[in-house]
């Protein structure tokens, strides 16, 4: 029971600390001013008709698609989902209030590049310990469940309606936006199966520590020959 307790916190620990290092890697985009990935573009252009703040937005955009993906798969979600759309909606406010664009062009490519990759981490350690998709994926695999189309197909679809409509809003569409939609996917690509196994060795690490009351114990007889005691 000790074991199982100590695994259901690293998992939920690496879950949360993943959440607010993808939460700091989209305000780094965000504040790169060069465009951001298609749910921010739709984000920061609800938030430019309607006000409210960024984060404000991703909370109430994720509550609308967790709605959608229940009536869809006639399933409750995963309690995961519920953190992720809180919990980044929280961080970016927080980071993207902290954090100013640099001034010079340089300053900024480099703040894109940064987030991406941030992101890409962040996104390898919150799903590495499998708390559960955020609402975004939820929806992504409610409709291929219903409809049979394959995965890359209703994600690509699904970006491209959103990165329309936050356009038609106002929200920034330019390099950073193309960068990010061609290359996440490769940085994911690399950074999920680092953080999937330094996740495992480390819960594995923290519940597997040796007990000296569980081993073998070692004594010697009187001629001096050991022999093991259970």
């Known amino acids: 029971m000790e074991v199982r307790t100590k695994r259901f916190l690293l998992r939920w620990l690496f879950f949360m600390v993943g959440l607010i290092i993808m939460s700091f890697g989209i305000a780094l985009l965000i504040k790169a001013d060069l465009g951001s990935a298609p749910w921010d573009v739709l984000h920061i252009g609800l ?6 703040t960024i984060g404000t937005w991703t909370v109430i955009a994720g509550f609308f698609i967790i709605v959608l993906s229940t009536l869809l798969t006639k399933e409750w979600p995963q309690a995961g989902a519920f953190i992720n759309m ?29 987030g991406i990759i941030i992101i890409g981490y962040g996104m390898g350690l919150y799903i590495a310990p499998k708390c559960g998709a955020g609402p975004r994926d939820s929806l992504m695999l409610a409709i291929t469940q219903r409809t049979g189309w394959k995965v890359q197909w209703v994600r690509s679809g699904m970006e491209v309606i959103v990165l329309t409509v936050g356009w038609l809003l106002g929200g920034p569409v330019f390099i950073g936006t193309i960068l990010f939609s061609f290359g996440i996917g490769t940085v994911v690509g690399f950074t999920l199966p680092q953080c999937q ?13 040796e007990n000296i009351d569980k081993r073998t114990l070692r004594a010697n007889d009187h001629d001096g020959i050991s022999k093991e005691v259970r």
């Open 47 to 52: 938030q430019l008709q309607f006000g409210l």
């Open 86 to 114: 809180v919990l980044v909606g929280v961080f970016v406010d927080v980071f993207y209030f902290i954090l100013e664009t640099p001034s010079s062009l340089y300053g900024q490519f480099l703040m894109l590049f940064l």
């Open 197 to 209: 196994q330094f996740v495992d060795r480390v819960i594995e690490r923290g519940v597997n520590n």
